[in-house]
């Protein structure tokens, strides 16, 4: 049985949440905060815009609209703090502060696809195609 879109979501938030707690770890070298940065980067990139491609279509759905627009302000608010981060010198306080507020945008973003946008969106007859729409988008 092919995976559900809710698993694959899942997958990524718990990934970011692993690369953004290693990011806190106080024992990190630089070279290994600047190899965990990079993956966040990459990850939340990557789920960002594959889930923004497979919601485009949903924007102006009755129910959807309002759910949609959170999930990709959400998306604009992460790469925010991700861009102010990555400008940042690693290690820092003011750095590792940064990076906690991303780790909770993401937390926040995570809960409320799960409670709020994954029910709505999967009484939509299209939603069981949207699990492999996501799988291709993510891996672009």
Known sequence: MP???????????????????RLLDPTLTLHEMRTALDGVRLGLVAHAEAEDIILA??????????LVAESRA????????????????PGTSSWRDRAQQLRE?????AVREVTDLIPSLSLHPAYASLAGAFATERLR
Do not use: C
Not at 5 to 16: A, G, N, P, T, Y
Not at 57 to 66: C, D, I, K, N
Not at 76 to 82: D, I, K, P, R, Y
Not at 105 to 109: P, S
């Open 57 to 66: 279509p949903f924007e102006h759905e009755p129910g959807l609209t309002r």
């Open 74 to 89: 959400a998306h604009l608010a992460q790469e925010s703090a991700l861009a102010t981060l990555v400008t940042m010198r």
């Open 3 to 21: 995976p559900e879109l809710v698993s694959l979501l899942h997958r990524d938030h718990v990934d970011l949440q692993s690369e953004l707690t």
């Open 105 to 109: 945008l993401v937390r926040f973003h």
